[in-house]
């Protein structure tokens, strides 16, 4: 039974609670997700077509390149779709990093490893205290590529069924942390370096020796993974565990027994490897001159660490579950190992069927041009209504929202938005960063509830497990509220920032004088 078929969830629980069941009811009406993403590609080919024969054409901000809509359904078009079903299934970018984590992580679980840790973890720590870490660690995990994707959401909802409690609450905490506040965090990450770069180019077409550094958002960034957390919190336990009530469904609690002599000897052999392990990372991350580091810049922001991070998730899910299945002689003989690998491929099979045909929805939808030919438009829609202060603020957060609903890509938003707002902005007298905080915040709160974001479709893979009839609708419903709680609370929070007249970085500010012609 879905959430919105649950006694718990009838009229009585009020309009909030029966407009959630609604959507649920009509995300899932489709009778698999998968061929939501077929439905969409169609559609996609057809608009294609109409806005191809209508000439519908913008000038890119950036480039000043005349983009053109491209139509699909020429022969041309079918030409591409042709040549590229297979690669456009094979590049889609979570694939290889699900898969290989998975194998990774697989070893570890079978092993009886990711159990004993669970249980240790539920066992010595405060149960009130599990939904704060959970929200707050996928807040983090954002430094470590997308391993908060791949291992945070599916272990919290595990942690979350030991306990007692509903899974889909975990998950659904952990995909708010992870997903809902993408932008928040304690540390300076890829994201912030990359959007920076994008910001500094659109602010030099007024100011070209105007320098945005990596952490021109920080000071407010930091401050908004606590506000993330304390909000996704609060929504995990007043909103999302009441309405789903307890759990009824097919996956089994684990039992939270203490740890046998065996198992106790398996994490002491898993604990020499793992101090092994990372002090093999620190060798090479710490030193200025470490291997793991950029080769030419010293850097960790764009390393073979950060940018390997999948082989090192593969790689400790290897060691530490050989490890404590020896140790613990849960695996006797090689292949246990490789056993534990197949099977968990055979329990991604639901996520590769629908990973294919979103990565062809995705891949019609860059091909037509027409995220950017939407992303102009509302640019110029929202330039064109001449706002100022405050409501030009919430009016720029809300577009951004609205294209992270057609656009995943947080750069790739950023780059056909940027050369458009930040130049605006800066001759209004707001600084470009303040421009990237507010669209920062636009482009994560809306992540957690639309389907074209690109691991959408493994959350659903994940949800399914516990609940088989899970499918979009019921992702989109139970986190429909972190949503509209993180839209609000942020902005509020960022307009608050803002009449303070705070730093949003180290010597960011937010006010941007023009500086007089020479």
């Not at 708010?176 to 910001?199: E, K, Q, R």
């Not at 960034?221 to 789903?244: D, H, K, N, Q």
């Not at 609690?253 to 046998?260: A, F, N, R």
């Not at 090689?334 to 294919?356: C, G, H, P, Q, R």
Request: hydrophobic fraction near 55%; include cysteine; proline fraction near 5%.
């Amino acid at each position: 039974m879905t959430i919105a078929e649950n006694p718990l969830n009838a009229e009585n629980q009020g309009i909030f609670y029966r407009w959630l069941n609604r959507i649920e009811r009509i995300g899932n009406a489709i009778p698999n997700p998968a061929l939501l993403f077929i439905v969409l590609a169609f559609v996609v080919l057809l608009l294609s077509a109409v806005v191809s024969w209508a000439d519908l054409s913008v000038k890119h901000p950036g480039t000043g390149e005349t983009i053109r809509a491209v139509n699909l359904l020429s022969v041309e078009g079918l030409h591409k779709i042709l040549g590229g079903l297979v690669t456009n299934f094979t590049g889609f970018a979570p694939l290889g990093v699900v898969l290989v984590a998975i194998l990774g992580i697989s070893v570890a679980e079978a092993s009886g490893l990711i159990s004993a840790l669970m249980r240790l973890l539920v066992l010595s720590a405060p149960k009130k205290l599990l939904t704060v870490v959970i929200v707050f660690a996928g807040v983090l995990s954002h430094m470590a590529s997308d391993v908060g994707y791949v291992l945070l959401i599916p272990l919290a909802a595990m942690l979350f069924l030991a306990v007692g409690r509903h899974p889909l609450v975990g998950l659904a905490a952990a995909f708010a942390g992870v997903s809902g506040g993408f932008s928040a965090n304690l540390l300076i990450g890829p994201t912030d370096a990359l959007l920076a770069g994008l910001t500094q180019e659109a602010a030099r077409i007024i100011d070209p020796a105007y320098l945005v550094t990596p952490a021109a958002n920080y000071y407010f960034m930091a401050a908004s993974a606590f506000l993330v957390t304390a909000l996704g919190t609060w929504v995990t336990e007043a909103i999302v565990a009441p309405r789903l009530g307890d759990y009824k469904g097919v996956a089994k609690q684990e039992t939270l027994e203490k740890l046998s002599p065996a198992e106790k000897r398996g994490m002491w052999v898993t604990s020499i490897v793992a101090l092994l392990f990372v002090g093999f990372i620190l060798w090479g991350t710490v030193p200025s001159d470490g291997f793991l580091r950029d080769p030419k810049t010293g850097s960790l922001l764009k390393s073979p660490f950060l940018s390997g991070i999948v082989a090192f998730i593969f790689a400790g899910g290897v060691l530490l579950g050989l490890a404590y299945g020896i140790g613990s002689r849960t695996f006797k003989k090689a292949d246990d190992v490789i056993n534990a690998m197949e099977n968990s491929m055979k329990t991604m099979s639901v996520y590769l069927v629908l990973a294919f045909f979103a990565a062809q929805f995705v891949a019609f939808f860059n091909w037509t041009n027409l995220g950017i030919i939407l992303a102009v438009e509302g640019a110029e829609l929202l330039r064109g209504m001449q706002l100022s202060g405050v409501t030009l603020i919430i009016a720029f957060v809300v577009l951004s929202i609205v294209l992270d609903l057609f656009i995943g890509s947080a750069s790739a938003k950023w780059a056909v938005m940027a050369p458009v707002f930040v130049p605006m902005m800066m001759l209004l007298g707001y600084s470009p960063e303040l421009t990237q905080a507010a669209y920062r915040i636009g482009d994560s709160v809306c992540n957690i509830i639309t389907p074209l974001m690109s691991y959408f479709p493994l959350i659903v893979a994940f949800a399914q497990k516990y609940e088989p009839k899970a499918g979009i609708g019921t992702i989109m419903a139970m986190m429909m509220p972190y949503s509209i709680a993180f839209f609000i609370g942020w902005t509020l929070f960022l307009i608050v920032w803002f009449y303070l007249g705070l730093p949003l970085g180290p010597g960011a500010e937010l006010f941007y004088e023009t500086k007089p012609a020479t």
